[in-house]
């Protein structure tokens, strides 16, 4: 059984797979992840390795002690990965944009695959049919858009998501949520017709915090999957685990 730990930039997410099955799930926060870490250990008898991403934002004595309790895997760019890296700055790729690409050689084997990650940011990934990842694109999430709206003016407030009523908007309101909603909508809609032109067989996964809140607006076909970074550390770790 594997554990997977995903630092991301608000909570720590952590996974238990008995093979490619996801057995437990929860969001911590860092102050509290060794503690959650050993109830997973005690909870689940065969945990033995582990997976780290985004190690940077654990101090070294976290993972001095989740190295003792576990077979540790920590994800960089030396890591050995299931795909054929061609982004010109290999160093520079982000781990969780090497998870979601590794799900997709997964899952989605000799397939042109566009992987969109709505979160923070919002990033897009291909990988084409012969394995070969390629690059992509890396935009403002849907809360950075809205608190810059806020951030960098004077009088514009700082709203909560919400689906727009219409593309025009009729008050500062309704307008700030068509700008970001419409236009995060939009651009994803206009990314991947932009791909088709290329590979009209395009595989599109949706994944990440705002992708539910997304994908009902979409008018392009997409697979929705909340748990495909998750599932990718998992299928990095049996990768090089040699299973």
Known sequence: MNLIIDVGNTFVKLAVFKSNRLMDKTSVGLDSIIAEIKQLKGNFRGLKRAIVSSVGRLNDEDVDTIGKIFDLLILDSETRLPFTNLYKTPKTLGVDRMALVSASVNQFPENNTLV?????????????????????????????????????????????????????????????????????????DGAIATYKLNYPDLTVILTGGDAKFLSKQLKSSIFANPNFLLEGLNFILQFNSNE
Do not use: Q, W
């Not at 009088?155 to 909603?181: A, D």
């Open 116 to 188: 969109i990650d709505a979160g923070t940011c919002i990033t897009y990934d291909f990988v084409n049919a012969k394995n070969e990842y390629l690059g992509g694109a890396i935009s403002p999430g849907l809360r950075m858009r809205y608190k810059s709206l806020n951030n960098l003016t004077a009088n514009l407030p700082l709203l909560e998501t919400e689906v727009p009523k219409n593309i025009i908007g009729t008050s500062t309101k309704h307008s700030i949520h068509s700008g970001v909603v419409s236009g995060i909508v939009n651009e994803m």
